[in-house]
């Protein structure tokens, strides 16, 4: 318990811009399920559902890699982590547009949410950089201009004009954010005053970004076959109910990004505090995720009222069985980051490709059946399926390494 204490201490930083952040996006969702049709729900979320898997590709996981890479070997310059995301940033853009022109989903709205993520990944390249040299703060800073703008921008574009004007005014949120606070920073640290690109990083960082895109899938995928058997409302409440868990998600992410650079330097020096964060992380993760599971079924019903109205007060049961996901999602997010820190990269697309295939898998076999409640079997078993491949993995990799 005094680790768990000390932990969030010094962290606070960072799980404080984040949990900002992140209840902004909540706040989103709820404006968009008030003040807004289900269908412009459900398009919002559908958009997120394309955009978000793309961008998780493109990112290729530089920011983990650039700070494994501070604290272990120092091969490689700053710069060449941030170009490298600025063209796979618009590579991802590109192929966000193209899908537009392909579906049936609104290009506008599908334009507007691609931009928004491909702001956040450029973004999230200069928070590798705060990462690494300790300066949380400044992200805390970013992270809550762009929550507390957003809401605002959204609220106002809503009351007062329409859906389409809303994202645009969201848009111009992270564009001034950016313009004004995280790259005026980042220049003047002269790190990426000269174009600077070295290839050779891509031999862990294309493996790192076809994980986590496989990882952002698994979301994806019960909301690609919601859409295509139960109407794209039923992809709206899937995501609101989602967003649940994802609020918890990121205040792990939170613990883990603080945590990685540690559990990288003791896997390389001491095994017995490599084990006490990693232990750490896990009782953090866990309780969180025993925590909401009591609030949602005591609570479930009045929860869904009080923050979504009464139209989604009758999805009390899908709100429990999201919540168990949650435990699985939280625990396996912690186990996917020490793989990461502890340099198992490559073998991470085998894990998330069998994930991949078993999503699919269950998705067909449940979600034509079951709808919604499905979509959230789905998100079960899989996470579940995660959290035990990884496990196996760390387990084996320090069997070997205390051998």
Known sequence: ????????????????????FA????????????????????????????????FAISNLQLRPLYILDVNSQKKYAYSQFYYLRIIASFLALICCLIWGLASHLSFWVLLLVSLLKFFESYSDIIYAYYNAHDKTKLISKS???????????????LYYFDFHTSLVLFLSV?????????????????????????????RSAIPMGISLGIVTLQSTIPRLFLN?????????????????????????????????????????????????????????????????????????????????????AVYERELILIMCAGLALYLSTVLGYTLTAIGIIKQQVYLFSALLILTLFVSYLYIPQYGLTGGIYTLIISYIFQCLLAFSMIFFHLKGKQK
Not at 182 to 202: A, G, Q, R, V
């Open 1 to 20: 318990m005094k680790e768990v204490k000390n932990l969030l201490g010094k962290a606070k930083w960072l799980i404080g811009g984040n949990f900002v």
């Open 23 to 54: 209840f902004s996006q909540w706040v989103i969702l709820i404006l968009f399920a008030r003040l807004t049709s289900q269908d412009n729900l459900g398009q919002y979320s559908l958009a997120l559902a394309i955009a978000a898997p793309l």
């Open 143 to 157: 992270l809550f201009f762009k929550g507390l703008f957003s809401i605002v921008a959204v609220f106002a574009g």
């Open 174 to 202: 992270y564009f001034f954010v950016w313009v004004f606070l995280d790259n005026l920073y980042i220049l003047k640290t002269k790190e990426i005053h000269s174009f600077n690109l070295n290839l050779s990083i891509l």
């Open 228 to 312: 295509k058997y139960s109407g794209i409302e039923s992809v709206g409440i899937f995501t609101v109910l989602s967003y649940f868990i994802i609020v918890g998600s990121i205040f792990i992410n939170s613990i883990c990004q603080y945590l990685s650079p540690k559990i990288t330097s003791a896997w390389n020096t001491n095994i017995a505090d490599f084990k006490k964060y990693l232990m750490t992380a896990l009782a953090i993760a866990g309780g969180l995720g025993v925590l909401v599971i009591i609030a949602s079924v005591i609570l479930g019903e009045y929860i869904l009222n009080l923050i979504y109205g009464n139209a989604y």
